[in-house]
Protein backbone atom coordinates (compact mmCIF):
# COMPACT_ATOMS: atom_id res chain seq x y z
CA UNK A 1 0.00 0.00 0.00
CA UNK A 2 1.49 3.35 -0.94
CA UNK A 3 0.48 6.72 1.14
CA UNK A 4 0.14 7.96 -1.84
CA UNK A 5 -3.16 6.59 -3.41
CA UNK A 6 -6.95 6.81 -2.43
CA UNK A 7 -7.30 3.49 -0.69
CA UNK A 8 -4.17 5.02 2.58
CA UNK A 9 -5.08 8.68 2.50
CA UNK A 10 -9.39 8.29 2.48
CA UNK A 11 -9.84 5.21 4.03
CA UNK A 12 -6.87 3.25 5.77
CA UNK A 13 -5.05 6.39 7.46
CA UNK A 14 -8.24 8.10 8.63
CA UNK A 15 -9.81 4.70 10.00
CA UNK A 16 -6.59 4.67 11.91
CA UNK A 17 -6.53 7.74 13.42
CA UNK A 18 -10.17 8.02 14.66
CA UNK A 19 -9.66 4.08 15.98
CA UNK A 20 -6.62 5.57 17.33
CA UNK A 21 -7.29 8.77 19.62
CA UNK A 22 -10.62 6.52 20.68
CA UNK A 23 -9.04 4.37 22.82
CA UNK A 24 -7.01 7.23 24.21
CA UNK A 25 -10.08 7.42 25.84
CA UNK A 26 -9.24 4.92 28.12
CA UNK A 27 -8.91 6.37 31.82
CA UNK A 28 -5.91 4.17 32.31
CA UNK A 29 -3.08 5.51 30.85
CA UNK A 30 -1.15 2.48 31.01
CA UNK A 31 -4.03 0.66 29.09
CA UNK A 32 -4.63 2.96 26.50
CA UNK A 33 -1.12 2.70 25.55
CA UNK A 34 -1.52 -1.35 25.65
CA UNK A 35 -4.90 -0.95 23.20
CA UNK A 36 -3.27 1.77 21.00
CA UNK A 37 -0.12 -0.52 20.58
CA UNK A 38 -2.14 -3.86 20.06
CA UNK A 39 -4.21 -1.89 17.24
CA UNK A 40 -0.97 0.33 15.78
CA UNK A 41 0.33 -3.78 15.33
CA UNK A 42 -2.27 -5.05 13.80
CA UNK A 43 -3.23 -2.25 11.32
CA UNK A 44 0.87 -2.23 10.55
CA UNK A 45 0.49 -5.76 9.57
CA UNK A 46 -2.39 -5.24 7.65
CA UNK A 47 -0.67 -2.22 5.58
CA UNK A 48 2.18 -4.60 5.21
CA UNK A 49 -0.52 -7.62 4.16
CA UNK A 50 -1.15 -5.76 1.08
CA UNK A 51 2.14 -6.91 -0.32
CA UNK A 52 1.32 -10.63 0.08
CA UNK A 53 0.51 -12.93 3.04
CA UNK A 54 3.52 -15.37 2.66
CA UNK A 55 5.81 -11.90 2.84
CA UNK A 56 3.73 -11.10 5.77
CA UNK A 57 4.42 -14.80 7.40
CA UNK A 58 8.22 -14.35 6.32
CA UNK A 59 7.97 -11.29 8.44
CA UNK A 60 6.74 -12.76 11.62
CA UNK A 61 9.21 -15.11 10.99
CA UNK A 62 12.18 -12.88 11.16
CA UNK A 63 10.21 -10.40 14.24
CA UNK A 64 10.35 -14.02 16.23
CA UNK A 65 14.06 -14.87 15.37
CA UNK A 66 15.23 -11.66 16.56
CA UNK A 67 13.22 -11.37 19.19
CA UNK A 68 14.12 -14.65 20.75
CA UNK A 69 17.74 -13.67 19.94
CA UNK A 70 17.97 -10.82 21.71
CA UNK A 71 16.73 -12.38 25.25
CA UNK A 72 19.23 -14.83 24.59
CA UNK A 73 22.10 -12.40 24.10
CA UNK A 74 21.05 -10.00 26.60
CA UNK A 75 20.57 -12.94 28.82
CA UNK A 76 24.01 -14.64 28.25
CA UNK A 77 26.62 -13.53 30.81
CA UNK A 78 29.50 -11.83 29.43
CA UNK A 79 32.08 -14.69 30.44
CA UNK A 80 30.56 -16.87 27.97
CA UNK A 81 31.93 -14.59 25.34
CA UNK A 82 31.96 -17.43 22.68
CA UNK A 83 28.08 -18.90 22.69
CA UNK A 84 27.08 -15.23 22.67
CA UNK A 85 29.60 -14.58 19.50
CA UNK A 86 28.16 -17.76 17.91
CA UNK A 87 24.10 -16.89 18.79
CA UNK A 88 24.90 -13.32 17.39
CA UNK A 89 26.64 -14.28 14.18
CA UNK A 90 24.10 -17.30 13.32
CA UNK A 91 21.31 -14.74 13.53
CA UNK A 92 23.60 -12.46 11.63
CA UNK A 93 23.73 -14.77 9.31
CA UNK A 94 20.28 -15.93 9.04
CA UNK A 95 19.32 -12.64 8.33
CA UNK A 96 21.43 -11.79 5.59
CA UNK A 97 20.93 -14.79 4.08
CA UNK A 98 17.32 -14.28 3.58
CA UNK A 99 18.22 -11.05 2.04
CA UNK A 100 20.61 -12.76 -0.46
CA UNK A 101 18.58 -15.16 -1.58
CA UNK A 102 14.87 -13.14 -2.13
CA UNK A 103 17.36 -10.43 -3.60
CA UNK A 104 20.29 -11.90 -5.31
CA UNK A 105 20.41 -15.27 -5.85
CA UNK A 106 17.85 -15.02 -9.14
CA UNK A 107 20.40 -12.06 -10.32
CA UNK A 108 23.46 -14.54 -9.83
CA UNK A 109 21.96 -17.70 -11.29
CA UNK A 110 20.83 -15.42 -14.22
CA UNK A 111 24.37 -14.40 -14.90
CA UNK A 112 26.02 -17.41 -14.59
CA UNK A 113 23.50 -18.76 -17.15
CA UNK A 114 24.33 -15.66 -19.06
CA UNK A 115 28.35 -16.30 -19.02
CA UNK A 116 28.09 -20.15 -19.27
CA UNK A 117 25.94 -19.93 -22.53
CA UNK A 118 28.35 -17.18 -23.60
CA UNK A 119 30.71 -18.16 -26.82
CA UNK A 120 33.63 -16.61 -26.49
CA UNK A 121 35.18 -14.34 -24.12
CA UNK A 122 33.62 -11.10 -26.08
CA UNK A 123 30.60 -12.58 -25.76
CA UNK A 124 30.85 -13.06 -22.02
CA UNK A 125 31.39 -8.79 -21.88
CA UNK A 126 29.13 -8.07 -24.53
CA UNK A 127 26.52 -9.87 -21.92
CA UNK A 128 27.63 -8.22 -19.27
CA UNK A 129 27.37 -4.50 -20.50
CA UNK A 130 23.96 -5.50 -21.76
CA UNK A 131 22.97 -7.62 -18.40
CA UNK A 132 20.15 -6.48 -16.28
CA UNK A 133 20.03 -8.99 -13.20
CA UNK A 134 16.61 -10.70 -14.62
CA UNK A 135 16.53 -13.78 -16.96
CA UNK A 136 14.51 -17.16 -16.73
CA UNK A 137 14.94 -18.02 -12.98
CA UNK A 138 13.25 -15.95 -10.79
CA UNK A 139 12.32 -15.47 -7.00
CA UNK A 140 9.38 -12.82 -5.88
CA UNK A 141 11.18 -10.21 -3.44
CA UNK A 142 9.08 -9.62 -0.87
CA UNK A 143 8.04 -6.00 -0.14
CA UNK A 144 10.57 -4.06 1.90
CA UNK A 145 12.99 -6.90 2.49
CA UNK A 146 15.97 -4.52 2.89
CA UNK A 147 14.72 -2.03 5.24
CA UNK A 148 13.65 -4.99 7.13
CA UNK A 149 16.64 -7.17 7.65
CA UNK A 150 18.95 -3.84 8.12
CA UNK A 151 16.86 -2.66 11.00
CA UNK A 152 16.72 -6.75 12.08
CA UNK A 153 20.60 -6.73 12.55
CA UNK A 154 20.99 -3.47 14.22
CA UNK A 155 18.80 -4.53 16.74
CA UNK A 156 20.80 -7.62 17.39
CA UNK A 157 24.40 -5.75 16.89
CA UNK A 158 23.33 -3.31 19.43
CA UNK A 159 21.88 -6.27 22.01
CA UNK A 160 25.14 -8.04 21.12
CA UNK A 161 27.36 -4.90 21.90
CA UNK A 162 25.50 -3.97 24.89
CA UNK A 163 24.64 -0.77 23.38
CA UNK A 164 20.38 -1.39 24.28
CA UNK A 165 18.95 -3.77 26.50
CA UNK A 166 16.71 -6.22 24.83
CA UNK A 167 13.07 -6.35 24.48
CA UNK A 168 10.90 -8.64 26.79
CA UNK A 169 7.98 -7.19 25.69
CA UNK A 170 7.05 -9.06 22.19
CA UNK A 171 4.53 -6.17 21.37
CA UNK A 172 6.78 -3.46 22.05
CA UNK A 173 9.61 -5.18 19.64
CA UNK A 174 6.94 -5.92 17.04
CA UNK A 175 5.25 -2.67 16.66
CA UNK A 176 9.00 -1.29 16.72
CA UNK A 177 9.93 -3.49 13.48
CA UNK A 178 6.24 -3.02 11.95
CA UNK A 179 5.07 0.33 12.62
CA UNK A 180 3.43 1.36 9.17
CA UNK A 181 4.97 4.73 9.30
CA UNK A 182 8.58 3.79 8.20
CA UNK A 183 8.26 0.31 7.67
CA UNK A 184 8.46 -0.08 3.24
CA UNK A 185 10.91 2.41 2.92
CA UNK A 186 12.81 3.74 6.66
CA UNK A 187 13.65 5.43 7.69
CA UNK A 188 15.77 2.99 9.60
CA UNK A 189 15.30 2.90 13.07
CA UNK A 190 17.13 2.47 16.38
CA UNK A 191 15.14 0.09 18.83
CA UNK A 192 16.76 2.23 21.37
CA UNK A 193 15.50 5.52 19.97
CA UNK A 194 11.78 3.78 18.76
CA UNK A 195 11.41 1.61 21.36
CA UNK A 196 11.02 3.80 24.19
CA UNK A 197 8.18 5.96 22.02
CA UNK A 198 6.26 2.56 21.73
CA UNK A 199 6.17 1.70 25.55
CA UNK A 200 5.46 6.02 26.41
CA UNK A 201 4.54 8.87 24.12
CA UNK A 202 2.93 12.12 24.16
CA UNK A 203 0.16 13.42 22.06
CA UNK A 204 -0.76 17.01 21.55
CA UNK A 205 -2.78 19.29 19.06
CA UNK A 206 0.29 21.05 18.29
CA UNK A 207 2.41 17.64 17.08
CA UNK A 208 -0.83 16.36 15.53
CA UNK A 209 -1.24 19.60 13.12
CA UNK A 210 3.33 19.26 12.56
CA UNK A 211 2.35 16.03 11.67
CA UNK A 212 -0.36 16.80 9.00
CA UNK A 213 1.63 19.94 7.44
CA UNK A 214 4.53 17.47 6.80
CA UNK A 215 2.32 14.70 5.20
CA UNK A 216 1.12 17.31 3.42
CA UNK A 217 4.19 18.90 1.94
CA UNK A 218 5.37 15.44 1.37
CA UNK A 219 2.14 14.02 -0.93
CA UNK A 220 2.85 17.56 -2.95
CA UNK A 221 6.36 16.43 -3.55
CA UNK A 222 5.60 13.16 -4.66
CA UNK A 223 2.40 13.67 -6.43
CA UNK A 224 2.76 17.16 -8.10
CA UNK A 225 6.51 17.09 -8.52
CA UNK A 226 7.79 13.24 -8.47
CA UNK A 227 4.82 12.08 -10.34
CA UNK A 228 4.59 14.26 -12.79
CA UNK A 229 8.16 14.32 -14.14
CA UNK A 230 8.49 10.57 -13.86
CA UNK A 231 6.52 10.16 -16.99
CA UNK A 232 8.85 11.77 -19.15
CA UNK A 233 12.16 10.12 -17.54
CA UNK A 234 10.52 7.03 -18.54
CA UNK A 235 9.89 7.74 -22.11
CA UNK A 236 13.38 9.01 -22.22
CA UNK A 237 15.21 6.13 -20.55
CA UNK A 238 13.48 3.56 -21.85
CA UNK A 239 13.84 4.68 -25.23
CA UNK A 240 16.02 1.18 -25.94
CA UNK A 241 12.18 -0.36 -25.78
CA UNK A 242 9.63 1.63 -27.42
CA UNK A 243 10.55 5.64 -27.65
CA UNK A 244 14.12 6.53 -29.19
CA UNK A 245 17.54 5.67 -30.78
CA UNK A 246 19.88 6.25 -27.45
CA UNK A 247 22.62 6.42 -29.97
CA UNK A 248 20.74 9.53 -31.71
CA UNK A 249 19.00 11.01 -29.11
CA UNK A 250 21.21 14.01 -28.82
CA UNK A 251 22.64 16.08 -25.56
CA UNK A 252 19.68 18.06 -24.85
CA UNK A 253 17.38 15.34 -24.49
CA UNK A 254 19.43 13.19 -22.58
CA UNK A 255 20.24 16.29 -20.06
CA UNK A 256 16.93 16.63 -19.71
CA UNK A 257 16.52 12.91 -18.90
CA UNK A 258 19.02 12.85 -16.11
CA UNK A 259 17.91 16.43 -14.94
CA UNK A 260 14.04 15.13 -14.29
CA UNK A 261 15.62 11.95 -13.20
CA UNK A 262 17.65 14.30 -10.47
CA UNK A 263 14.67 15.82 -9.74
CA UNK A 264 12.17 12.78 -9.53
CA UNK A 265 14.23 10.59 -7.01
CA UNK A 266 14.88 13.26 -4.44
CA UNK A 267 11.04 13.71 -4.34
CA UNK A 268 10.20 10.60 -4.80
CA UNK A 269 11.98 9.42 -1.76
CA UNK A 270 12.24 12.82 0.42
CA UNK A 271 8.72 13.03 -0.45
CA UNK A 272 7.73 9.63 1.26
CA UNK A 273 10.22 10.10 4.41
CA UNK A 274 8.22 13.64 4.72
CA UNK A 275 4.53 11.30 4.64
CA UNK A 276 6.49 9.27 7.02
CA UNK A 277 7.24 11.67 9.74
CA UNK A 278 3.96 13.53 8.76
CA UNK A 279 1.86 10.02 9.91
CA UNK A 280 4.23 9.12 12.76
CA UNK A 281 3.67 13.02 14.70
CA UNK A 282 0.09 12.16 13.73
CA UNK A 283 0.51 9.05 16.08
CA UNK A 284 2.99 10.49 18.42
CA UNK A 285 6.14 9.56 17.32
CA UNK A 286 9.28 11.05 16.65
CA UNK A 287 10.66 9.58 13.18
CA UNK A 288 14.07 10.49 12.25
CA UNK A 289 15.04 12.55 9.35
CA UNK A 290 16.33 11.47 6.10
CA UNK A 291 17.00 14.06 4.28
CA UNK A 292 19.04 17.19 4.83
CA UNK A 293 18.50 18.88 1.10
CA UNK A 294 21.74 16.79 -0.25
CA UNK A 295 21.60 18.79 -3.67
CA UNK A 296 23.03 21.41 -1.72
CA UNK A 297 26.02 20.20 -0.74
CA UNK A 298 29.84 21.31 -2.16
CA UNK A 299 30.93 17.34 -1.74
CA UNK A 300 30.38 13.88 -2.45
CA UNK A 301 31.20 13.66 1.12
CA UNK A 302 28.80 16.07 2.16
CA UNK A 303 25.99 15.26 -0.23
CA UNK A 304 26.57 11.41 1.65
CA UNK A 305 25.62 13.21 4.90
CA UNK A 306 22.26 14.96 3.98
CA UNK A 307 20.89 11.89 1.27
CA UNK A 308 19.44 9.03 2.98
CA UNK A 309 20.84 9.86 6.70
CA UNK A 310 19.44 6.78 7.94
CA UNK A 311 21.19 4.20 5.69
CA UNK A 312 24.43 6.16 5.99
CA UNK A 313 24.49 6.14 9.33
CA UNK A 314 23.99 2.63 9.66
CA UNK A 315 26.42 2.00 7.21
CA UNK A 316 29.33 3.95 9.12
CA UNK A 317 27.78 2.29 12.63
CA UNK A 318 27.58 -1.57 11.46
CA UNK A 319 30.21 -1.74 8.62
CA UNK A 320 32.41 1.21 8.54
CA UNK A 321 33.03 1.53 12.16
CA UNK A 322 33.55 -1.82 12.37
CA UNK A 323 36.30 -2.60 9.80
CA UNK A 324 38.84 0.05 11.78
CA UNK A 325 36.79 3.94 10.64
CA UNK A 326 39.27 6.33 9.95
CA UNK A 327 41.11 5.23 13.04
CA UNK A 328 43.80 3.33 10.95
CA UNK A 329 46.13 3.71 8.57
CA UNK A 330 45.19 6.32 5.09
CA UNK A 331 45.17 3.33 2.92
CA UNK A 332 42.82 1.08 5.64
CA UNK A 333 40.74 3.89 5.56
CA UNK A 334 40.05 3.71 2.07
CA UNK A 335 39.77 0.09 1.98
CA UNK A 336 36.83 0.85 4.58
CA UNK A 337 35.53 3.06 2.05
CA UNK A 338 35.21 0.99 -0.57
CA UNK A 339 34.05 -1.22 1.03
CA UNK A 340 30.95 0.52 2.58
CA UNK A 341 30.02 2.07 -0.80
CA UNK A 342 30.41 -1.09 -2.83
CA UNK A 343 27.94 -2.63 -0.23
CA UNK A 344 25.89 0.57 -0.89
CA UNK A 345 25.41 -0.42 -4.27
CA UNK A 346 24.85 -4.14 -4.18
CA UNK A 347 22.09 -3.30 -1.33
CA UNK A 348 20.29 -0.77 -3.11
CA UNK A 349 19.53 -3.78 -6.10
CA UNK A 350 20.04 -6.81 -8.07
CA UNK A 351 21.63 -5.67 -11.18
CA UNK A 352 25.14 -4.87 -12.22
CA UNK A 353 24.60 -0.70 -12.90
CA UNK A 354 24.13 -0.50 -8.83
CA UNK A 355 27.72 -1.57 -8.15
CA UNK A 356 29.05 0.74 -11.30
CA UNK A 357 27.05 3.61 -8.85
CA UNK A 358 28.61 2.34 -6.06
CA UNK A 359 32.22 1.89 -7.52
CA UNK A 360 31.83 6.10 -8.75
CA UNK A 361 31.24 6.72 -5.04
CA UNK A 362 34.75 4.59 -4.28
CA UNK A 363 36.74 6.65 -6.39
CA UNK A 364 35.08 9.94 -5.22
CA UNK A 365 35.25 9.60 -1.85
CA UNK A 366 38.55 7.96 -1.66
CA UNK A 367 39.70 10.89 -4.25
CA UNK A 368 38.23 13.79 -1.72
CA UNK A 369 40.11 11.72 1.48
CA UNK A 370 43.15 12.08 -0.43
CA UNK A 371 43.14 15.02 -1.52
CA UNK A 372 40.31 16.47 -3.00
CA UNK A 373 38.42 17.58 -0.74
CA UNK A 374 41.08 19.83 0.90
CA UNK A 375 41.07 21.83 -2.47
CA UNK A 376 37.09 21.90 -2.14
CA UNK A 377 37.38 23.26 1.20
CA UNK A 378 40.19 25.78 -0.02
CA UNK A 379 38.14 27.02 -2.86
CA UNK A 380 36.57 30.57 -2.14
CA UNK A 381 33.91 29.74 -5.66
CA UNK A 382 32.01 27.45 -3.78
CA UNK A 383 29.74 27.15 -6.97
CA UNK A 384 32.16 24.88 -8.77
CA UNK A 385 32.25 23.04 -5.73
CA UNK A 386 28.28 23.04 -6.30
CA UNK A 387 29.11 21.99 -9.91
CA UNK A 388 31.28 19.39 -9.66
CA UNK A 389 28.80 17.42 -6.61
CA UNK A 390 25.70 17.58 -8.94
CA UNK A 391 27.69 16.39 -12.02
CA UNK A 392 28.78 13.75 -10.15
CA UNK A 393 25.99 12.55 -8.56
CA UNK A 394 24.08 12.88 -12.20
CA UNK A 395 26.49 10.73 -13.50
CA UNK A 396 25.85 8.34 -10.94
CA UNK A 397 21.85 8.50 -11.18
CA UNK A 398 22.63 7.35 -14.84
CA UNK A 399 23.47 4.07 -14.25
CA UNK A 400 21.17 3.76 -11.32
CA UNK A 401 18.27 4.59 -13.47
CA UNK A 402 19.50 2.72 -16.10
CA UNK A 403 19.03 -0.96 -17.03
CA UNK A 404 22.23 -2.03 -18.06
CA UNK A 405 25.47 -0.73 -17.97
CA UNK A 406 25.45 -0.65 -22.00
CA UNK A 407 22.40 1.59 -22.13
CA UNK A 408 24.36 3.89 -19.38
CA UNK A 409 27.79 4.16 -21.23
CA UNK A 410 25.74 5.24 -24.56
CA UNK A 411 23.36 7.83 -22.66
CA UNK A 412 26.72 9.45 -20.94
CA UNK A 413 27.88 9.12 -24.32
CA UNK A 414 24.98 11.27 -25.68
CA UNK A 415 25.14 14.04 -22.74
CA UNK A 416 28.65 15.10 -23.81
CA UNK A 417 27.87 15.00 -27.61
CA UNK A 418 27.70 18.33 -27.76
CA UNK A 419 24.70 17.38 -30.73
CA UNK A 420 20.78 17.74 -31.18
CA UNK A 421 19.51 14.98 -32.35
CA UNK A 422 17.57 15.90 -36.17
CA UNK A 423 15.10 13.25 -35.17
CA UNK A 424 13.77 14.11 -31.86
CA UNK A 425 13.25 17.43 -30.91
CA UNK A 426 13.54 18.51 -26.87
CA UNK A 427 9.69 20.27 -26.80
CA UNK A 428 8.40 17.53 -27.43
CA UNK A 429 9.11 16.00 -23.88
CA UNK A 430 8.18 19.39 -22.02
CA UNK A 431 4.91 19.93 -21.20
CA UNK A 432 3.48 22.87 -19.12
CA UNK A 433 3.01 20.50 -16.54
CA UNK A 434 6.62 19.01 -16.84
CA UNK A 435 8.20 22.62 -16.90
CA UNK A 436 6.51 24.05 -13.87
CA UNK A 437 7.48 21.07 -11.83
CA UNK A 438 10.93 21.12 -12.79
CA UNK A 439 11.06 24.49 -12.13
CA UNK A 440 9.46 24.14 -8.27
CA UNK A 441 11.93 21.21 -7.79
CA UNK A 442 14.85 22.55 -8.52
CA UNK A 443 14.02 25.93 -6.21
CA UNK A 444 12.51 23.91 -3.61
CA UNK A 445 15.74 21.53 -3.52
CA UNK A 446 17.25 23.53 -1.09
CA UNK A 447 18.00 26.64 -3.02
CA UNK A 448 15.91 28.38 -1.07
CA UNK A 449 15.04 26.63 2.35
CA UNK A 450 18.34 26.63 3.56
CA UNK A 451 18.94 30.59 3.02
CA UNK A 452 15.66 31.28 4.10
CA UNK A 453 15.22 28.73 7.26
CA UNK A 454 16.64 31.75 9.69
CA UNK A 455 13.87 34.47 8.72
CA UNK A 456 10.94 31.57 8.56
CA UNK A 457 11.99 30.18 12.29
CA UNK A 458 11.78 33.78 13.52
CA UNK A 459 8.18 34.36 12.03
CA UNK A 460 6.80 31.03 11.92
CA UNK A 461 5.09 31.27 15.51
CA UNK A 462 3.50 33.99 14.34
CA UNK A 463 -0.32 33.85 13.44
CA UNK A 464 -0.54 35.40 10.15
CA UNK A 465 1.96 32.55 8.93
CA UNK A 466 0.28 29.75 10.92
CA UNK A 467 -2.41 30.58 8.86
CA UNK A 468 -1.04 30.90 5.26
CA UNK A 469 0.92 27.52 6.70
CA UNK A 470 -2.67 26.07 7.45
CA UNK A 471 -4.31 27.15 4.00
CA UNK A 472 -1.21 26.35 1.82
CA UNK A 473 -1.20 22.73 3.16
CA UNK A 474 -4.60 22.37 2.51
CA UNK A 475 -4.56 23.28 -0.66
CA UNK A 476 -1.79 21.15 -1.54
CA UNK A 477 -3.52 18.24 0.29
CA UNK A 478 -6.31 18.80 -1.41
CA UNK A 479 -4.88 19.43 -5.08
CA UNK A 480 -2.70 16.09 -4.41
CA UNK A 481 -6.15 13.94 -3.26
CA UNK A 482 -7.78 15.41 -6.52
CA UNK A 483 -4.94 14.44 -8.64
CA UNK A 484 -5.11 10.51 -7.27
CA UNK A 485 -8.31 10.50 -7.37
CA UNK A 486 -8.03 10.76 -11.36
CA UNK A 487 -5.42 8.73 -11.61
CA UNK A 488 -1.75 10.59 -10.91
CA UNK A 489 0.11 7.56 -9.21
CA UNK A 490 3.58 6.21 -9.74
CA UNK A 491 5.01 3.91 -7.18
CA UNK A 492 7.94 4.84 -5.08
CA UNK A 493 11.24 4.10 -6.32
CA UNK A 494 12.31 2.78 -3.18
CA UNK A 495 9.64 0.49 -2.72
CA UNK A 496 12.10 -2.14 -4.81
CA UNK A 497 14.53 -1.58 -2.58
Known amino acids: MEFASVIFIEIFLPVVLIVYYLLGLIKSQKASTLARNIFLLVSSLIFYAFGGIRELLMFVAIIALCFFTGIILDSLPAEKKGLRRAVFITSLLLNVGVLVY???????VNLVNML?????VGAAFSGLLTFNGKGAFAIIMPLAISFIIFQSISYITDVYTRKTRASRNILTYALYMTLLCQLTQGPIMRYGNLGAQIESRTHSLEAFVSGLKRFSYGLAKKVLIANVVAETVDKIFNSQKTYMDVNIMGAPIAWLGILLYTIQIYYDFSGYTDMAIGVGGMLGFRIDENFNYPYTAFSIQEFWRRWHISLSSWFRDYIYIPLGGSRCSKARACFNVAVVFLVTGIWHGANLTFIVWGLIFVVLSITERLFLGDLLKKNPVKPVNWLYMMLAVMIGWVFFRSDNIDFALRFIGQMFS?????????VSYLSVEVMIAAVCGILFSGLL???????????SAKVPVKAVDLVIQLALLAFCIIRIVGGSYAPSIYTNF
Open 102 to 108: FKYVAMM
Open 116 to 120: RTAGS
Open 418 to 426: FKASPSYMI
Open 449 to 459: QRPLKPLYDKV
